[in-house]
């Protein structure tokens, strides 16, 4: 009796580590995969990078064994999220996704390419296309999130410049050449730029005080490219190209029609790197607690360091090496709703209308000095934030005050003027006007900004 109840248990054992060893067999494909995924997006249209941005997310959910759907949270150029679904087949150690193109309000998103080895191992690349495109944006998401490049797109060009034009008709001089003169750039989508040229120029009846253009925008080497579709202001028919550098270096060719002339007048308008001024509005990403944001009032650009050791205050660049921050030209960095300069000053102006500020202020001017920002707030609940040491400028500091004795915190935006001081002795004049974006998420840091805002005596 006691051998048949032996046998009896061995047998079972047997079953259960056989049904248990099945089950992890015919575990599905889909949930092998489901999770979240975080890394780093570059967004390019017609295989031109438009720059690459950390912590985008994926989101991967169970449809059926071998079906997911897949959810980018992309936040980039007006697009917050899109969804598409995929096939999942398993090879060489590796599930490969195919995607289906689905339709979601005004976008259609493809995964192009999908590829997981592990949570810490895969690549995606989605295709995203709306009516209002010419070309579909391609974003590639991989797990090698090793920082965040510039931006390249029409945003690092806006602003005013101030320069000269010379008018041809037929290839001949048409009046005298014009000094001056003002352009103003505003961003239209991530690729294009509006154009209201002040040209106040011409000769006898035909004096033309301004004409409106439009242009895509591509990154080349050294600057961008425009190139312009024809707009008619008035009786004016207007087409514009040619280039504005990284240093914003401007030469634009306008060919500009009235009414039913039949050759174009042509404006040679050229702004040399430090003649131009530039008057323009920037949001910028600061909500995460790890990194600062650096930018510069002359070229407009962004770059995107981490805080190397949030005890020690250090910086990481991209290739995680110690970061110099003298091996490049930057004004302000921006961490949250903190500031610091580059060896400048600044003072507030207590003016809150940006445009009453017109002369330089006298007063004190403050440099950065020693102080503490919020670097991790995971454990805020428990043991309260993480702090990093970092100078830091106090007066620009002032654009914003909080009230921590209610919960949520409320935020009281000053709208101050400053007036910064930079490292090359140029004067900014700047204004900080909104801590949150359209969709209402904290640390998106709206400003104005006017540089050179007048030169040093």
């Known amino acids: ?111 192009i390419n999908g590829t997981i080895t592990s949570k810490s191992e895969y690549n995606f690349t989605f295709q995203i296309t709306s009516g209002a495109m010419l070309m579909p944006i391609l974003v590639t998401v991989d797990s090698n999130d ?31 050449v014009l000094t001056g003169r003002n352009i103003e750039l505003k961003q239209l989508r991530t690729d294009s730029v509006g154009i209201t040229f002040m040209l106040e120029g011409g000769s006898g009846s035909m004096v033309i005080e301004k004409v409106e253009a439009g242009a895509t925008v591509t990154p080349t080497k050294d600057g961008y490219k425009l190139e312009g579709e024809e707009v008619i202001t008035g009786i004016y028919k207007t087409t514009v190209t040619g280039t504005i550098t990284d240093d914003k270096e401007v030469n634009l060719t306008f060919e500009i029609i009235p009414g039913s002339m039949p050759m174009p007048i042509v404006v040679n308008y050229t702004a040399a790197a430090d003649f131009q ?34 005890d020690a205050g250090g910086m990481l660049d991209a290739d995680d090496s110690p970061l110099d921050e003298e091996s490049f030209n930057w004004d302000l960095a921006i961490h949250r709703y903190d500031f610091r300069t580059n060896e400048a000053s600044a003072v507030n102006t207590q003016e809150t209308d940006f445009e009453k500020v017109t002369t330089i202020p006298t007063g004190d001017y403050i440099a950065d000095s020693e102080g503490q920002v919020i670097s991790d707030v995971s454990n805020m609940m428990i043991s309260g934030p993480t702090y990093a040491p970092f100078n830091i400028n106090t007066v620009l500091n002032t654009w914003i005050t909080s009230n921590t004795t209610v919960m949520p915190p409320e935020y009281t935006i000053h709208k101050y003027v400053y007036v910064v001081k930079c490292k090359d002795g140029k004067y900014a004049k700047i204004q900080v006007t909104d801590r949150t974006n359209d969709e209402d998420v904290s640390g998106h840091i709206t400003f104005t900004y006017e540089y050179p805002f007048a030169e040093a005596e």
Request: with cysteine; charged share 25%; aromatic share 10%.
């Open 277 to 310: 001024r530039v008057k323009a509005t920037v949001t910028i990403d600061a909500t995460d607690y790890m990194k600062w944001t650096y930018f510069s009032f002359k070229k407009g650009k962004l770059t995107t360091y981490s805080i190397a050791d949030k």
């Open 146 to 176: 090793d920082g965040a490049d510039e931006p390249r797109d029409a945003s690092a060009i806006v602003g005013t410049y101030t320069g000269s034009a010379s008018l041809e008709i037929s290839g001949a001089p048409y009046g005298d």
């Open 1 to 111: 009796m006691k051998i048949k109840h032996l046998l009896l248990l061995m047998l079972t054992g047997f079953f259960v580590i056989a049904c248990s060893d099945d089950d992890n067999e015919t575990t599905s494909n889909a949930t092998q995969i489901e999770g979240t995924y975080t890394g780093k997006a570059e967004v390019a249209i017609s295989n031109v990078s438009y720059g690459k941005f950390t912590a985008k997310q994926i989101k991967i959910e169970r449809l059926s064994d071998d079906m997911v759907t897949v959810n980018l949270t992309l936040n980039y150029d007006g697009i917050t999220s899109v969804k598409t679904e995929a096939t999942i087949t398993y090879s060489d150690g590796k599930y490969i996704l195919a995607g289906e193109e689905i339709t979601e309000g005004i976008y259609k998103t493809k995964l």
